[in-house]
């Protein structure tokens, strides 16, 4: 599977993903987050060849030695336990620090989940429709154009959908991908790469004034849909988007280090890269824009939290965020043959799309086992979870030269030490 996942802070350099989850006046209840998501097991008993992990533990120490990467943190395990987690290295050049399950990464894409998972607790509450137009919540998408090669643009003629924006049919796009096209230079004109409005106004006040890359359900191309997302959430709620996933889905489940913006006092938590890139934003600096497509930053120690939830059908450590039925409409496939013909920037063969993770449809094509859902961040981070053998991992390095690298390692090393 190779997904490049890049956010707007690639669009214009030097602009910054992160702004601060905004405390709640009452701290929610839920799980405690004192209390670690690391438990540990037994890696035989839970079903693993310790020799294969030790292999994995010794490629890893290579790379750090190398210096190809500064440092990284693999935890993989079965049955909420922990076969193996450890940090290599350190978190960035120059640094002494260690790499640990409280390091601090900027997840980019890995946001996506979780501000998908925020919006189907209002569907679940009956506040969001997923068949609903866009519109109904964000009243400017109800004119949206699609582009024409030769031609002015011209008007949709059907609406864009919720669940489109959660599963990349929307007809919006990312710039990124195709920059030389005449579309993407018309986002970039447009003010996609602003950050000086909430994730709503930029919704309705840029993204639905620029054109569609193809009608609503027509074609999967990768997309800022789940920044939309964003904006309908902030729009239902009245809550910004850090908000609402702090009492949704942060708070709840005690992710006390996943936040749009990380204050100054946590920096000598933070990982970076050995590159210079403009993808990699200030963690400390604040604007009004929340990325839901990728402005989070996270610790393994937090990310395994809301992984676990999904793991166990919505519920962690008897805190219920979503439930099963909820979870279930995730994790249908939202696309098919022809939709992810059409696109660009498919996972791969035989995967699927849901409702903001990818799902694993036809595994003599992919090393995980069918169900299999997941998502990935373009400076290496990644996670999934293979409901058939019941094994969860989470990866984490700060290099998106890497990204599809180890995700093919983790693959390889993780199934080649899982014993059938």
């Excluded at 702090?246 to 890269?273: H, I, Y």
Aim: net charge neutral.
């Amino acid at each position: 599977m190779t997904n490049f996942n890049l956010k707007r802070g690639a669009l214009a350099a030097g602009a910054a993903f992160a702004l601060a989850l905004s405390a709640c006046a009452t701290a929610p209840a839920g799980v405690d987050p004192s209390t670690s998501s690391l438990v540990q097991g037994d890696a035989a008993a839970l079903g693993f060849d310790p020799a294969k992990l030790g292999e994995i533990r010794t490629a890893l120490n290579a790379d750090v030695q190398s210096g190809k990467i500064p440092g990284a943190y693999l935890l993989i395990g079965r049955d909420d336990k922990i076969a193996f987690s450890q940090g290599f290295g350190v978190q960035g050049p120059g640094q002494t620090t260690p790499m640990t399950d409280e390091t601090i990464f900027r997840v980019f894409s890995m946001t996506k989940p979780v501000v998908a998972v925020t919006a189907m607790t209002l569907v679940q509450e009956g506040k969001l429709d997923l068949d609903a137009p866009v519109s109904k919540y964000l009243p400017a998408f109800a004119n949206i154009k699609v582009w024409q090669k030769d031609g002015d643009p011209t008007p949709s003629t059907k609406p864009m959908l919720v669940r489109q924006l959660m599963s990349h049919t929307s007809g919006i796009i990312y710039s990124f991908i195709q920059p030389q096209l005449p579309i993407s230079k018309a986002w970039v004109a447009g003010g996609e790469p602003r950050t000086d409005l909430s994730a709503k106004d930029w919704s309705e006040q840029v993204v639905a004034k620029l054109p569609m890359i193809a009608e609503p359900g027509a074609a999967w191309n990768y997309s800022q849909g789940l920044d939309v997302l964003g904006g309908v959430i902030e729009a239902i709620t009245g809550q910004t988007l850090g908000e609402a996933i702090q009492a949704r889905v942060a708070g709840p489940l005690g992710m006390t280090d996943t936040a749009f913006f990380q204050p100054a006092s946590k920096s000598s938590r933070f990982a970076q890269s050995k590159k210079e890139d403009p993808l990699y934003y200030d963690y400390t600096a604040a604007h009004p824009f929340m990325s839901g497509g990728g402005g989070l930053s996270s610790t393994p120690e937090d990310y395994l939290r809301f992984v676990l939830m999904l793991a166990n059908g919505g519920t962690y450590k008897g805190v219920q965020i979503l439930k099963p039925e909820t979870l279930k409409l995730m994790l249908v496939d939202q696309t098919t043959a022809e939709v992810r013909g059409k696109g660009l920037f498919f996972p791969g063969a035989g995967m699927g799309f849901g409702l903001g993770v990818s799902l694993v449809i036809d595994d003599t094509k992919q090393r995980p086992a069918n169900g299999t859902f997941s998502w990935n961040g373009i400076a290496g981070t990644e996670w999934w979870y293979d409901p058939k053998n019941d094994l969860f991992m989470v990866f984490m390095i700060q290099d998106r030269a890497l990204l599809s690298e180890y995700q093919k390692k983790n693959r390889t090393w993780i199934y080649d030490a899982l014993k059938k």
